[in-house]
């Protein structure tokens, strides 16, 4: 059952306990402001359709602590915990009143509040978040760049000479603004994942469940052989070796291969005489992990190749697939790929995916929604190299929009230099959207995705950009106010020392 809640919570309701008020120039008071709650909970309250059961944590509770803690970098228990202690915090989460004496929720709730906030929904808020900074503006400023209207007008336009109608004046723009693209990879908390590393992983846990399916009363002589000290004996030997040659990998490979194909025998087995050990859920997921992960290295293995389709690199987390990236650093990172737009500084996920794609083909995706978005198209797309193709190339043309780089063909001539002065400032201007990706990956949880599941870590990153674009409307609320003050300064330093003084 869900209860949605009645209004918006104004900072003039919060009871304390003790003498005083909240601050209203508090971050997280000005952060409350920025979020369309009310919007969010109609949507929210449609994944509750029976009015009976358990009475659901509000949407504020779940995404409010969800942004805390990714704003902050705290666990799911320390947020709980903060939330208990600071008053602000339960005012961002739609308290009505500080209370200390237990627990909002509780921290195992964390989970649920991921699974529930899934990616559609956090792209939708995310949406809603970004879309303020066209909309109310451009209404406010057209409200005031409007002149009053004369009572006697009909409402038509004036009429030129010759009969035509003269609507150069209230012709909209058909483009405006600069559209950024790119895409990154979101790296998930996994260890970098080798074939002999996979396979002596995947023998280990098919030892356990060869332990956990026999016992004494199945009417067999002895329990089955695993040759766990030999075979770890094996993977000790290559593992601790500094740089081993590639023909002693292969041969290690290939032994922990015949390890984990008796082991895969001996369970199945094991699974076919009565009363055999129960597994739990997660030993039985792993074991479907592992019958594909064997399939795969076999086919690798007797091929002698080093790449296959939907290639697991992970027991655990066997969603997440190697995206090659080209980077120094890394050349193949291992998570979640995100195509993303940027505009004035806000970012839009186009599209978040755990299989490597090509994030060309989302470009006409990304000027569509620009154009639902603002009502037009864009002037320019600053996109990199991958994005200029012929299709994309056509797309712009088709619609008037210039796409950053340098035109196919030879130069116009006299036009070379200004070409070159353009493709410049086009690069230093996407270096935004650059800088994002740093600042998510370094300053917040984008760099190392902690969530395990699949659907939680979706809405882990989702999370990400939330943050960073809640973060850069604020510093946008409070750019006028630092204009103002650095204006008022320069106009006192100006004046005369004794005015000053």
């Given at each position: 059952?869900?209860?949605?809640?009645?209004g918006?919570?104004?900072?003039?309701?919060?009871?304390?306990?003790?003498?005083?008020k909240?601050?209203?120039?508090n971050?997280w008071?000005?952060?409350?402001?920025?979020?369309?709650?009310?919007?969010?909970?109609?949507?929210?309250?449609?994944?509750?359709?029976?009015?009976?059961?358990?009475e659901?944590?509000s949407l504020?509770?779940?995404?409010?602590?969800?942004?805390?803690?990714?704003?902050?970098?705290?666990?799911?228990r320390?947020?709980?915990?903060?939330?208990?202690?600071?008053?602000?915090l339960q005012?961002?989460?739609?308290?009505?009143?500080?209370?200390?004496?237990?627990?909002?929720?509780?921290?195992?709730?964390?989970?649920?509040?991921?699974k529930?906030?899934?990616?559609?929904?956090?792209?939708?808020?995310n949406?809603?978040?970004?879309?303020?900074?066209?909309?109310?503006?451009?209404?406010?400023?057209?409200?005031?760049?409007?002149?009053?209207?004369?009572?006697?007008d009909?409402?038509?336009?004036?009429?030129?000479?010759?009969?035509?109608?003269?609507?150069?004046?209230?012709?909209e723009?058909?483009?405006k603004?600069?559209?950024?693209?790119?895409?990154?990879?979101a790296p998930?908390?996994?260890?970098?994942?080798?074939?002999?590393?996979?396979?002596?992983?995947?023998?280990?846990k098919?030892?356990?469940?060869?332990?956990?399916?026999?016992?004494?009363?199945l009417g067999?002589?002895?329990?089955?052989?695993?040759?766990r000290?030999?075979a770890?004996?094996?993977?000790l030997?290559?593992?601790?070796?500094?740089?081993?040659?590639?023909?002693?990998?292969?041969?290690?490979?290939?032994?922990?291969?015949?390890?984990?194909?008796?082991n895969?025998?001996?369970?199945?087995?094991?699974?076919?005489?009565?009363?055999?050990?129960?597994l739990?859920r997660?030993?039985s997921?792993?074991?479907e992990?592992?019958?594909?992960?064997?399939?795969?290295?076999?086919t690798?293995?007797?091929?002698?190749?080093?790449?296959?389709?939907?290639?697991?690199?992970?027991?655990s987390?066997p969603?997440?697939?190697?995206?090659?990236?080209?980077k120094?650093?890394?050349s193949?990172?291992?998570?979640a790929?995100?195509?993303?737009?940027?505009?004035?500084?806000?970012?839009?996920?186009?599209?978040?995916?755990?299989?490597?794609?090509?994030?060309?083909?989302?470009?006409?995706?990304?000027v569509e929604g620009?154009?639902?978005?603002?009502?037009?198209?864009p002037?320019?797309?600053?996109a990199?190299?991958i994005?200029?193709?012929?299709?994309?190339?056509?797309?712009?043309?088709?619609?008037?929009?210039?796409?950053?780089?340098?035109?196919?063909?030879?130069?116009?001539?006299?036009?070379?230099?200004?070409a070159?002065?353009?493709?410049?400032?086009d690069?230093?201007e996407?270096?935004?959207?650059?800088?994002?990706?740093?600042?998510?990956?370094?300053?917040y949880?984008?760099?190392?995705?902690?969530?395990?599941?699949?659907?939680?870590?979706?809405?882990?990153?989702?999370?990400?950009?939330?943050?960073?674009?809640?973060?850069?409307?604020?510093?946008?609320?409070?750019?006028?106010?630092?204009?103002?003050?650095?204006?008022?300064?320069?106009?006192?330093?100006?004046?005369?020392?004794s005015?000053?003084?």
């Open positions: 059952m869900y209860r949605q809640p009645s918006q919570l104004k900072i003039e309701d919060f009871v304390l306990p003790f003498e005083g909240l601050n209203s120039e971050r008071v000005k952060l409350s402001k920025l979020i369309p709650w009310e919007e969010i909970e109609k949507n929210y309250a449609q994944l509750f359709p029976s009015n009976t059961g358990t659901a944590k504020r509770i779940a995404l409010g602590a969800l942004i805390i803690k990714e704003k902050c970098g705290y666990s799911d320390e947020t709980v915990e903060q939330i208990k202690e600071n008053p602000y005012y961002f989460i739609g308290f009505d009143r500080y209370q200390d004496d237990k627990d909002p929720f509780d921290p195992s709730l964390m989970v649920h509040f991921r529930r906030l899934d990616k559609d929904t956090m792209m939708a808020i949406e809603m978040i970004c879309q303020y900074e066209k909309h109310p503006v451009q209404a406010v400023e057209e409200g005031k760049n409007k002149e009053p209207k004369d009572p006697q009909p409402g038509e336009p004036p009429v030129s000479g010759g009969g035509q109608e003269d609507r150069s004046k209230t012709t723009p058909t483009h603004g600069k559209l950024l693209l790119d895409a990154t990879c998930a908390d996994v260890r970098y994942p080798t074939d002999l590393s996979l396979l002596n992983e995947a023998r280990e098919t030892e356990a469940i060869i332990d956990a399916l026999y016992h004494g009363n067999l002589k002895k329990k089955p052989r695993t040759y000290k030999k770890r004996k094996h993977y030997t290559i593992a601790k070796q500094r740089k081993p040659q590639t023909k002693a990998i292969r041969k290690a490979i290939g032994k922990q291969l015949g390890y984990v194909g008796r895969l025998k001996t369970i199945d087995y094991l699974l076919s005489l009565e009363g055999h050990g129960r739990n997660r030993q997921q792993h074991l992990t592992i019958r594909t992960l064997y399939q795969q290295q076999r690798m293995y007797t091929l002698k190749i080093h790449q296959i389709d939907d290639r697991i690199v992970s027991i987390q969603h997440i697939r190697p995206i090659v990236r080209g120094a650093k890394a193949t990172e291992f998570g790929k995100v195509a993303i737009s940027m505009v004035d500084g806000y970012m839009v996920v186009d599209e978040l995916s755990w299989d490597p794609f090509n994030e060309s083909v989302n470009f006409q995706q990304a620009y154009k639902k978005r603002f009502g037009y198209y002037e320019a797309v600053l990199d190299q994005y200029r193709n012929r299709d994309n190339r056509a797309y712009c043309k088709k619609h008037g929009i210039r796409l950053s780089g340098p035109a196919l063909g030879r130069p116009k001539a006299g036009e070379a230099k200004r070159e002065r353009l493709e410049i400032q690069m230093s996407r270096n935004a959207v650059e800088g994002g990706f740093g600042v998510g990956k370094r300053r949880g984008l760099g190392r995705i902690m969530a395990r599941l699949k659907e939680t870590a979706e809405s882990v990153i989702m999370l990400q950009f939330i943050v960073m674009n809640l973060e850069h409307r604020l510093r946008v609320l409070f750019y006028p106010f630092y204009i103002f003050v650095l204006r008022r300064l320069q106009g006192l330093l100006k004046q005369p020392i005015v000053l003084s």
